[in-house]
């Protein structure tokens, strides 16, 4: 079983930047693809960004993409998603979460597919 942590959210003005961690323990992510999930009051929770066991493929959100960038650490202990242009309807709370798989190219989109989600972390952009 694998626990994950976020950490790195925050307040920040429109058009900042922050960077989310997503901390495993009790064992690498060597056997996880990886996502990020968002969820605010005004939305159901959506998928913001995915990669793959490899790392090697990634998936964005149209919301999101050319502005977010998900990526791993080389030891798969830590997975992270770069924000930046923050936009006010980025504000949501942030989940990490993982998927088991044997593939190692493959991603995934859908909630159901993951096993593990962390706690969350606030994510505010002020306008």
């Known amino acids: 079983q694998v626990q994950l942590v976020e950490s790195g959210g925050g307040l920040v003005q429109a058009g900042g930047s922050l960077r989310l961690s997503c901390a495993a323990s009790?064992?690498?992510?060597?056997?996880?693809?990886m996502g990020w999930f968002r969820r605010s009051p005004e939305k159901e929770r959506e998928i913001v960004a995915a990669?793959?066991?490899?790392?090697?493929?990634?998936h964005y959100a149209d919301s999101v993409k050319g502005r977010f960038t998900i990526s791993t650490d080389n030891a798969k202990t830590t997975v992270y998603l770069q924000m930046n242009s923050l936009k006010a309807e980025d504000t949501a709370v942030y989940y990490c979460?993982?998927?088991?798989?044997?593939?190692?190219?493959?991603?995934?989109?859908?909630?159901?597919?993951?096993?593990?989600w962390g706690q969350g972390t606030q994510v505010t952009v002020s306008s």
């Open positions: 990669i793959a066991r490899s790392g090697g493929r990634t």
């Open positions: 979460a993982a998927a088991q798989t044997g593939s190692f190219g493959s991603l995934f989109w859908e909630p159901e597919r993951y096993d593990y």
């Open positions: 009790g064992r690498t992510l060597s056997s996880y693809a």
